[in-house]
């Protein structure tokens, strides 16, 4: 396989009405030196067939649970040729500038995860007031050293860093991406960087409602700090 700078991770069930706008904003990158891989878990509709069309790699994942997104993920990194992993949901999409910004995060040798600005596409002001108090949190946390204080998540890793700490745990149903980015803080430093915007769809949010969204992080992270697991799934992938 050809070397790449940067492998781009997504995760993908049954998105045919998300996968062409993800994809269309990677074309639009003005840093051309990256690949994409998409792991599927077993899409009935046209996700495979958009991906493959648009002469993106796919492999296929063994969905064993409701919730296998860490697997899905793990996997692709095995398939990836690059040295910096960036992990992208396929209702995501990303700014032109997306990855001159990440690899300009990397220039220090002491950086082992860069995490971007994340907004919702399409979105109510109130939506857009969370998703700006996460942003800033994390932004503080990092700045302090404690990342606890939001939730927090890079969205890209040097893959030697990412397996030296094993990957993405498996045996959490949510908060696989906070957990990583805590074991992988003993690595190196982070950067947490508003040069650039990780567009998402709220869509979760519009399905909880935003009080019950609040609401089931909240027990998320209680779970998961208490007892290091969480016990209510949802589905993913």
């Not at 049954?14 to 639009?28: Q, V």
């Not at 891989?37 to 296929?60: H, K, M, N, P, Q």
């Not at 220090?108 to 857009?128: F, Q």
């Amino acid at each position: 396989m050809e070397k790449t700078s940067l492998s781009v991770i997504v995760p993908t069930l049954n998105e045919e009405e998300n996968l062409g706008k993800c994809i269309k904003s990677l074309f639009a990158q003005t840093n051309q030196g990256f690949e994409v891989i998409v792991a599927d878990g077993g899409s009935t509709d046209a996700t495979v067939e958009i991906a493959e069309s648009s002469g993106l790699s796919v492999i296929d994942v063994e969905k064993t649970r409701p919730h296998d997104v860490s697997t899905a993920k793990n996997l692709g990194v095995k398939h990836a040729s690059g040295d910096i992993l960036f992990f992208l949901d396929a209702d995501m999409s990303v700014e032109p500038n997306c990855f001159e910004v990440i690899e300009e995060g990397y220039q220090d040798p002491d950086v082992v995860g860069v995490a971007l600005k994340v907004m919702p596409y399409d979105a109510s002001r109130v939506e857009k007031m969370l998703y700006e108090c996460n942003n800033y949190l994390a932004r503080f946390g990092n700045l302090i050293g404690f990342h606890e204080i939001s939730y927090f998540s890079c969205h890209s890793y040097k893959k030697d860093a990412f397996m030296s700490v094993g990957g993405f745990r498996t045996d959490l149903y949510a908060c696989e991406d906070l957990d990583l980015s805590l074991r992988m803080r003993r690595q190196g430093r982070y950067v947490v960087t508003p040069k650039t915007i990780l567009w998402t769809s709220p869509r979760r949010l519009r399905e909880w409602s935003k009080g019950g969204y609040i609401h089931r992080y909240m027990k998320y992270l209680a779970e998961y700090y208490l007892y290091d697991r969480v016990t209510e799934f949802y589905d993913d992938i």
